[in-house]
């Protein structure tokens, strides 16, 4: 048995460092590192995580924001974005899901929560967030959907809020149109 400790890592060969790794800000997925998240972005991953809790396991907004503030990491989110969030899109679920039924291509029972529940938090800040742009919205969204969905969920959670911007930011929707920077 050899005295020389076990290293948890081949050496560089030939005495070089190894390759600094990139400092880009997203993963190998796309989406964004932990570091680079704004208080608001990290709000919605913990609605997101909460609203999954209330369409997969039927839990009530009380309990699952009574669970949710003891995370950790959570002292680092917008609190009062979260609730907003949270409770807005439990208590308006059936006005929301009739706000996106008709751009779907299946049925609501079908899309996966995660994907569903991002949605909701897409057309509520749509509908109830006026500070908050309709790109960035949309794009919070989409990374939402890259971090925590299935492969191609971003795609359609960009394809069923796209859908869903026209109608609920109209005004701003149209002046992005004007300038050359609208997607739909």
């Known amino acids: 048995m050899s005295d020389t400790p076990a290293r948890s890592t081949p050496p560089a060969p030939s005495g070089k460092r190894p390759p600094r790794q990139s400092r880009s800000g997203t993963t190998g997925t796309g989406a964004r590192k932990a570091a680079s ?20 396991g039927g839990n009530a907004a009380s309990d699952i924001d009574a669970f949710t503030r003891d995370l950790a990491g959570f002292h680092k989110a917008d609190a009062a974005h ?20 008709p751009l779907l291509d299946r049925k609501l029972v079908e899309i996966s929560p995660i994907e569903h529940g991002i949605i909701w938090i897409g057309a509520w800040e749509f509908l109830h967030c006026p500070d908050v742009p309709w790109r ?13 969905g299935g492969t191609d969920g971003h ?23 004007l300038s050359g920077k609208a997607r739909p």
């Open 136 to 148: 960035v919205a949309l794009n919070e969204c989409i990374e939402l959907a890259k971090e925590f």
């Open 82 to 101: 979260y609730d907003a969030l949270l409770h807005g899109c439990i208590e308006q679920a059936a006005e929301l899901d009739a706000l996106i039924l």
């Open 155 to 177: 795609k359609y959670v960009n394809a069923v809020l796209n859908g869903l911007a026209p109608r609920l930011r109209t005004v701003e929707v149209d002046a992005d149109r």
């Open 37 to 56: 998240k704004s208080a608001r972005s990290r709000s919605r991953e913990f609605a997101l995580q909460g609203l999954y809790q209330h369409l997969v």
